[in-house]
């Protein structure tokens, strides 16, 4: 994408980045009893300011990645089966209809969608040069590049082509293989760090699968300590439009607006320690049809801060979320070889990764004893991250490699179900569309002179 002036440029340093940036300021500001009369020499002001620097850039490349996280994951939920969205301002239900255009809100010319995914990865190749030419130090580099690669990834998970730096649109393999490149250099760079080793590792190993490019993906899962984890950090605020910078959005499409629920076809019957709901009856949803709409009022599910089994907590505005980690490892681990990848693990070893994580859900042991382990493991890693980012590319990669259609279809979920979850005697109308991926938008077409 042409770097240009997004509207609202100036929140690049958004508030999420600026109060970062401010925290970093206010501790390397500690640096200032250094240049006492004992210390005089040791640490300049200029070094001081040099640190100064680093760590705002590397806070602007984290900062704008949260924002984009932060849409995304919740819109690619809306676009799948994991949720049922429905807001007053219908054009953000196009996601949840799966009838998402190129052109107009939500997705192009009003700041949202695609303008933060792409705003994203600039701000971290941004920080990374500037950081470069500051001759930070590699661990801040590192850092600045796991995040520019993440929010690379962003792209290839989601938009059906994307261009990278003003260049023509390229198919998602190609932008996994330019994220891969990021994330090596992060590894070297990194120095053995091992919070920036495991995640440029993690986000190395998703971007195979995402490619299909088993081995690899099996190679550098194995490098990840199964017991990493890394957050996207949000901070609570009284202010309802921090959504977009500072608090968790789920906490406001569910504890002050309800808006997302889940869908009463897969959850009247359905119960799983992971993905905690009020089982009391379904709420009513806003409904821009006759029918009413209902769905099922989620709390805290496992991937987010603050779970725990059974848990009755609404999504709280500072919840983080897991969005890397040792656990997706061994998810990768386990796919790539039940599809012919060479040295991960045989079936004995994936059913017992399987077990153990069905005893999570179930709170005590609850072997699988039927025989699709592909489809076992994909329902448990729908289980451990729900909310979380990761069903939609998971959509693209099942039916794209694996001939598996797991898009919701036919009737719209939530339309006249009664408080019980049972759906109306007659269905209604209203069915979803077939977008499975995010165009370009229609504002980059007409300002890229490299896109026909």
Known sequence: MRPRR??????VMNRTTRARAIGILLLLAACDNLLSVEQRGLITEEQIKQQRLVGAAVAAAEGDYHIAFNWVAHSGAAATDEMIFSHPWTPWNTYDERILSATGCPHDNCGFGYEWMQQAR??????????????????????????AAFSTVLLADYLCQAPLNGGPALDPPVVYDSAITLFQEAVQRAGGA?????LANVGIARSYLNKNDLNHAIEYAQKVDPTFTAWVRYVDSPNFGDWVNKYNLWHRSTALEFTSALDPAEWRTKRDLRVPFMTDSTEGLFSPHPEARRGYFPYTPSSFEGWTPGNRDTIAGGADIRFASGLEAQYIMAEASLHGGTGGWDNATVLTFINARRAVGAGAASPYTGTDLEGELREQRKMDFYF???????????????????????TIGGYGVDRNGAPPATTPPWNYGNVECWPIAQTEVITNPNIP
């Open 6 to 11: 997004a509207k609202g440029w100036e929140t």
């Open 122 to 147: 600039v701000t971290g190749m941004r920080s990374v040069l500037q950081l470069k030419t500051m001759q930070a130090s590699d661990t801040a580099i590192a850092h600045a590049l796991d995040y």
């Open 194 to 198: 091992t919070f920036l080793t495991n």
């Open 388 to 410: 979380a980012g990761y069903r939609m590319p998971d959509l693209i990669r099942y039916k794209k490699y694996d001939s598996v259609n797991l898009w919701p279809t036919g």
